[in-house]
């Protein structure tokens, strides 16, 4: 009898060391695979088993997916064929069905058999218990082939091993979970710093290009104020010294009594008054045009069409839609001036022979188009062009400002077309 009390003693410390080996092996252990791996060959050297299993629940609760074998090794193809262990009433199933350990001594009569594919190893004593995770199965560890039938002390050894390996792949599997979210932060925030970075160098870009426009446009504003200047010293403040040395010759005739002479000085200088009235009309029609103001934006854009033929040389054609009501105010003057720069472009730059403008009115929109068969130039190149194209700048935020576009089209020796497509609100 002490030596049967020995033999057991020294069984179950045998048991206890390699339960201690299994744990330290395990606790070094991060990825599922590993888990299953190690925990499945100390579970075959533990029972004196041939071969064996591990099967996982997963999303699908009519399967169990056989995520460990050793002892067999199937082929690719076998293994993608029969990995899903059908979760129903069978010898393998049980375990995980009804959350209990099933043996068997030959599994090939036992009632429970549900046949096994071509191929597979031939299953005689079978141990199969469940892994649990607060007495929940997740899954399942099946041996089989031993060379004698499973005892009740392999099923409890096999219980306790299952127990932890049930922990142990559950933190595992927290743990790839968490890498793999970690993996998508890392690249979510990568992708989100690409995307500010850009999005920071192209507000970079556009206030960059918002401050040239505004020095441009500052620029072009007191290049206008002189050009106004000079047209008032030059043209109508001569004229006006020119009226009134008139009127004072006129005067001192009158005192002589040279009364046709008189009359002739009143003459030229209401002739001179005529011309300053005509030349300041001019101006203003440059700084605010009335016809605008007055007739709408139809109207004022083929009046610009016509004056633009007569003083340029270049044949303009004007295909104008008509539109019941007007535009919002300063809708109409921004087109106005779309249209101004884009004929000041042709006669400047284009050297172009005729040029057509065109308004279009749509349901929520307008179309402004302005078409020449000038030179041309390349876009991409006339877009770095800061001096010879300010103009396309400058239509371009006006366009910007009322929630619309421009498009430039143009090739060299191929002409140049500008489309101001803005919204009607």
């Avoid at 299952?162 to 925030?189: D, F, G, K, P």
């Avoid at 918002?210 to 050009?227: C, F, P, Y």
């Avoid at 010293?233 to 005067?251: F, K, P, R, V």
């Avoid at 498009?407 to 609100?425: C, D, L, N």
Wanted: one cysteine or more; hydrophobic letters at 40%.
């Amino acid at each position: 009898m002490s030596i049967t009390r020995q033999e057991i003693d020294l069984d179950s410390r045998h048991q206890i060391e390699a339960l201690y080996h299994l744990a330290v092996e395990l606790s070094g252990l991060r990825s599922v695979d590993s888990v299953l791996d190690v925990a499945l060959r100390h579970c075959l050297t533990l029972t004196g088993s041939q071969f064996g299993f591990v099967g996982l629940c997963g999303l699908d609760p009519s399967a169990m997916d056989v995520a460990a074998v050793h002892g067999f090794h199937p082929s690719e193809e076998f293994y993608s064929r029969h990995r899903l262990i059908p979760l129903r009433p069978n010898l393998f199933a049980t375990a995980v069905l009804e959350n209990r350990p099933v043996r068997s001594i030959d599994a090939r009569a036992d009632p429970l058999r549900v046949g096994q594919p071509a191929g597979h190893p031939e299953v005689r004593t079978f141990l199969g218990v469940p892994l649990r995770i607060s007495d929940n199965p997740i899954g399942m560890i099946g041996v089989a082939n031993r060379g004698s039938p499973y005892e009740d002390e392999h099923e409890r050894l096999l219980l306790t091993y299952a127990a932890q390996v049930a922990i142990v792949i559950r933190n595992a599997q927290l743990y790839e979970q968490l890498s793999r979210a970690n993996e998508e932060l890392e690249q979510t925030v990568e992708v989100r710093t690409a995307q500010l970075r850009e999005t920071s160098r192209e507000l970079e870009e556009k206030a960059a290009e918002l401050q040239l426009a505004l020095s441009q446009t500052v620029e072009a504003q007191e290049q206008e104020r002189q050009r106004i200047a000079r047209e008032v010293h030059d043209g109508i403040n001569q004229s006006l010294i020119a009226a009134m040395l008139e009127l004072t010759s006129g005067q001192h005739r009158l005192d002589r009594g040279a009364v046709d002479e008189a009359r002739e000085a009143l003459g030229s200088a209401q002739t001179i008054l005529r011309e300053v009235e005509a030349e300041i009309r001019q101006v203003l029609r440059d700084l605010h045009p009335s016809v605008l103001e007055g007739l709408g934006l139809p109207t004022a854009i083929r009046r610009l069409c016509d004056e633009f033929a007569g003083h340029s040389g270049v044949k303009t054609r004007a295909n104008v839609g008509n539109r019941s009501g007007r535009l919002p105010g300063p809708l109409e003057v921004s087109l106005y001036r779309i249209a101004q720069e884009a004929l000041h472009n042709v006669a400047t730059h284009s050297g172009a022979s005729r040029v057509t403008v065109t308004l279009r009115f749509g349901e929520g929109d307008v179309t402004l188009e302005v078409v020449d068969d000038g030179c041309g130039f390349e876009p991409a190149v006339g877009a770095g062009n800061g001096a010879g194209h300010l103009g396309l700048r400058s239509m371009r935020h006006r366009a910007e400002s009322l929630g619309g576009h421009i498009a430039v089209e143009s090739r060299v020796g191929r002409g140049t077309a500008v489309r101001a497509v803005v919204p009607i609100k």
